[in-house]
């Protein structure tokens, strides 16, 4: 049985509002066209996340590819965003609940890292929470402390 996996690109953004609070914005891209990004809001890093644990996430409306790329200042006084991490994921079509996320970038630096993800849905089939099924740093010093 041939199971095809699509890689695409992924990055957090620590979004700080203009009030000084922050969050993550977790941003997916979901084909290798231009199409926007898929937009998680997280309370903190999901490379920061033990294994077996799980925390709240928000839906937000889809995100312009730029965001990819993109560091500074978000229009209409709306705060800032930094890249605090960057990366590929990978889901498999027979499986679509597991999500692996190879991060390449923690931090501001190189890192080699595979976190996998799965996401834990409400009744209306809404991703309401996003759980660290595992974290495997392929260097001791990679691991989130």
């Known amino acids: 049985m041939c199971t095809t996996v699509h890689i ?3 990055v957090q953004l620590r979004h ?3 009030d000084g609070t922050w969050h993550i914005d977790w941003m997916l891209a979901m084909d290798m066209n231009d199409s926007p990004l898929r937009t998680f809001r997280l309370p903190a890093p999901l490379h920061v996340m033990p294994a077996d644990t799980s925390m ?5 409306p889809d995100h312009r590819r730029a965001y990819l790329e993109y560091e500074g200042p978000i229009s209409g006084d709306r705060g800032e965003v930094k890249r605090i991490a960057t990366g ?3 889901v498999s079509q027979e499986a679509p609940d597991a999500w692996d996320v190879i991060w390449a970038e923690l931090e501001g630096r190189e890192k080699s890292a595979i976190q996998r993800i799965t996401f834990i849905t409400g009744r209306d089939g809404v991703p309401e929470r996003v759980k660290c099924e595992g974290f495997h740093s392929f260097r001791p010093e990679d691991v989130a402390e």
């Open 8 to 10: 695409l690109p992924t």
């Open 56 to 60: 709240a996430l928000e839906s937000l």
């Open 88 to 90: 590929v994921w990978a």
């Open 16 to 18: 700080t509002l203009p």
